[in-house]
């Protein structure tokens, strides 16, 4: 993990440089630039809220905001994880030319991600400035459960990276995984009033999307505490996980160069 640091604190400048970049890249030939990192998630709120909210009668309170939450941070979740996985093979050409520790490639598709995550949130800050949502204290455990979310995620993020240059296939099953994890996380229903209380265990502590996303909509819309242990015990695993992930990723270095 010493390495991990040290490379961490040399390399962090070409991470933030990569995301500006990529950022600028996106929006250079599009008529609404930026405008759409909150269009796309707002129009699927809207879609989901008509649906669920109007021909299905959901009753859950702040349903707008309660669906715009979920949407925000599984979006970053799953367009990490997407990306992760055939990362190595679309930056070939910096890769093979110049070193570089790989998961500096990572931090930047979360700071890519990240930023565009941010203008979402712009944007539930006026939603709860309209809907007249009472804020309360308990607003600030978003900071340690976004700690748990960016956790987890690098972590899931290290092994699809890795994995994604041997297995061919694997952007397909990741996808397909992600697609049913989408519909148990909570997305647009609430997990905990919906399923049966058997189920409901399982999902909140073994999926920890779904403890990430209840957790961001108790602190945010209800003035509730989240659950503090088992997000404290998914901190722990992400720690786990990522800390494998990076020895497999330094052990695997120069395997990279030769396959990719």
Same mark, same amino acid.
């Given at each position: 993990m010493k390495r991990f640091?040290?490379?961490?604190?040399?390399?962090?400048?070409?991470?933030?440089?990569?995301?500006?970049?990529?950022?600028k890249s996106e929006v250079a030939n599009s008529y609404l630039n930026w405008i759409w990192w909150v269009l796309e998630p707002f129009c699927f709120m809207l879609i989901y809220?008509? +649906?669920?909210?109007?021909?299905?009668? %959901?009753?859950?309170?702040?349903?707008? @905001?309660? +669906?715009f939450l979920g949407i925000t941070a599984w979006d970053f979740f799953n367009r990490c994880l997407t990306q992760s996985v055939k990362l190595l093979?679309?930056? /070939?050409? +910096?890769? =093979?030319?110049?070193?570089?520790?790989k998961f500096i490639?990572?931090?930047? /598709? !979360?700071f890519f991600n990240g930023y565009k995550m941010l203008f979402s949130f712009a944007i539930i800050v006026i939603m709860v400035i309209y809907f007249r949502i009472p804020i309360t204290l308990n607003v600030l455990y978003v900071?340690?459960?976004?700690?748990? #979310?960016?956790?987890? =995620?690098? %972590?899931?993020m290290t092994h699809l990276m890795?994995? $994604? @240059?041997?297995?061919?296939?694997?952007?397909?099953? =990741?996808?397909?995984?992600?697609r049913m994890v989408f519909y148990l996380t909570g997305i647009f229903y609430n997990i905990e009033k919906r399923l049966p209380a058997k189920? =409901? $265990?399982?999902? !909140? /502590?073994?999926?920890? !999307?779904?403890?990430?996303?209840?957790?961001?909509?108790k602190c945010v819309l209800y003035g509730q505490a989240p659950d503090?242990?088992? #997000?404290?015990?998914?901190? +722990?695993?992400?720690?786990?996980? %990522? %800390?494998?992930?990076?020895? /497999?990723?330094y052990k695997n270095e120069n395997s990279y160069v030769k396959v990719i």
């Open positions: 640091w040290k490379d961490l604190k040399s390399h962090y400048r070409y991470a933030i440089y990569s995301a500006k970049s990529e950022l809220a008509f +649906i669920f909210g109007v021909v299905f009668n %959901a009753s859950e309170q702040y349903f707008p @905001v309660f +669906i093979k679309n930056n /070939k050409s +910096i890769v =093979t030319k110049v070193y570089i520790p490639l990572l931090i930047s /598709k !979360m900071i340690p459960i976004f700690i748990v #979310l960016f956790v987890v =995620t690098f %972590a899931c890795h994995y $994604g @240059v041997f297995i061919q296939d694997l952007a397909n099953v =990741t996808n397909i995984v992600l189920y =409901t $265990g399982i999902l !909140m /502590k073994g999926n920890p !999307m779904a403890l990430v996303l209840s957790g961001i909509r503090v242990k088992w #997000l404290f015990i998914w901190f +722990i695993i992400g720690i786990i996980v %990522a %800390a494998l992930g990076i020895r /497999k990723i």
